[in-house]
């Protein structure tokens, strides 16, 4: 069996560059340190980002920042009810010229996506994104193109209850590596927003930090992180607790499963471990999972929150005792 010695610790460049890039975006989204880290292990996971939440408090900052602290293509869509599919993924037309036809790309066509407010397209515009999400490709008129990698999609969406949105469908959600909420800032943060932001535009003033290469190198090495066999049994047990759990109509898919593992090894990654532990699982569970499991109605009637229910699900499945297996 593996064990610690036998697996490469992550390098030391990995840290150095997770700190470099943490550190350009928290000066754009100041005292947001933990959200920040959550949409830099998104990233490194190779996941898909959802920033929810009211107006105002920095959703499309934060997507901004990341974006601009990257040297690599970066692209933006405003999602709005008349945004059409082929904006998105693009079309074919016919060039006079070359009497032929010929493919435009969309916008999905770079590395990484900022969709703004996601959830005021039609449910006919979002679902253009299924594919590329999910297989980093897209297909028009019976052609698949490849993107470009890393290819991230950072959407921003207001909560669903705003007037003019639509809901996003359970499997445009289950695509979303993490769900994350900005939330208001502290005194003391709003403070020192009201003093930066007040004399300049902090987007201006920063750059990027780090190469697509840098964050391939560092995708490819969270994904050599160690997950035990006694952790992924762990996370199985959380999987079929969901599946069964009273207030949940739909529990963990596969996917959601997978999901929590890939968020769990960069975490690990990111402190500097060549192995995953269970504090790395249950401080991903709410990101990674609340957004995907569906409330039966009565619990949705009686305020349920799916957050409450992801905390009741990790209280009561039993955590492997021991060390865990190849961290030795």
Same mark, same amino acid.
């Given at each position: 069996?593996?064990? *610690? ?38 990233? $490194? ?10 107006? /105002? ?16 293509? %970066?692209?933006?869509? *405003? ?9 998105? $993924?693009?079309?074919?037309? %016919? ?34 994104? #299924? ?17 470009? *990698? ?19 469908? @359970? ?6 590596? =993490? ?10 943060? @709003? ?15 920063? /750059? +990027? ?15 050599? $992180?160690? $997950? ?9 047990? #959380? ?12 529990? =963990?898919? +596969? ?16 402190? /500097? ?27 949705? =009637? *009686? ?26």
């Amino acid at each position: 069996m593996a064990t *610690q010695d036998a697996r490469a610790t992550p390098p030391a460049e990995f840290a150095e560059t997770f700190a470099a890039i943490a550190g350009n975006v928290s000066k754009v989204v100041q005292g947001k340190s933990e959200v920040v880290e959550l949409v830099l292990l998104c990233l $490194v996971a190779q996941g898909h980002l959802l920033i929810e939440d009211v107006p /105002g408090v920095g959703k499309t900052s934060l997507a901004k920042a990341l974006a601009t602290s990257l040297d690599c293509r %970066w692209g933006r869509i *405003q999602f709005t009810p008349d945004l059409l599919p082929s904006d998105v $993924v693009g079309v074919t037309v %016919w060039n006079r010229g070359r009497d032929e036809f010929e493919f435009r790309p969309g916008a999905v066509f770079t590395n990484l996506l900022l969709g703004d407010e996601i959830n005021r397209a039609s449910p006919k515009t979002q679902s253009a994104l #299924l594919e590329c999400m999910e297989e980093n490709q897209v297909t028009v008129d019976g052609t698949s193109y490849r993107l470009e *990698q890393p290819f991230m999609v950072v959407a921003t969406q207001n909560p669903v209850e705003h007037e003019g949105t639509y809901p996003l469908p @359970e499997s445009q959600l289950d695509r979303f590596l =993490m769900r994350v909420s900005v939330g208001y800032p502290a005194r003391g943060a @709003e403070v020192g927003i009201l003093d930066s932001h007040g004399r300049a535009d902090l987007l201006d003033a920063i /750059g +990027p930090v780090a190469t697509v290469k840098d964050v391939l190198a560092m995708s490819e090495a969270a994904r050599e $992180v160690h $997950v035990a066999p006694s952790l992924q049994g762990y996370l199985v047990d #959380l999987a079929e607790t969901t599946r069964r759990h009273p207030a949940l109509a739909l529990g =963990m898919s +596969p996917r959601a499963t997978l999901a929590l593992q890939r968020a769990s090894r960069a975490r690990a990654a990111a402190a /500097g471990r060549s192995f995953v532990v269970p504090d790395d699982i249950k401080a991903l569970a709410e990101p990674v999972l609340s957004h995907r499991l569906a409330l039966t109605p009565e619990a949705a =009637m *009686q305020g349920v929150a799916a957050g409450e229910v992801v905390a009741d699900v990790l209280r009561h499945v039993p955590v492997p005792s021991g060390r865990a297996e190849g961290a030795r």
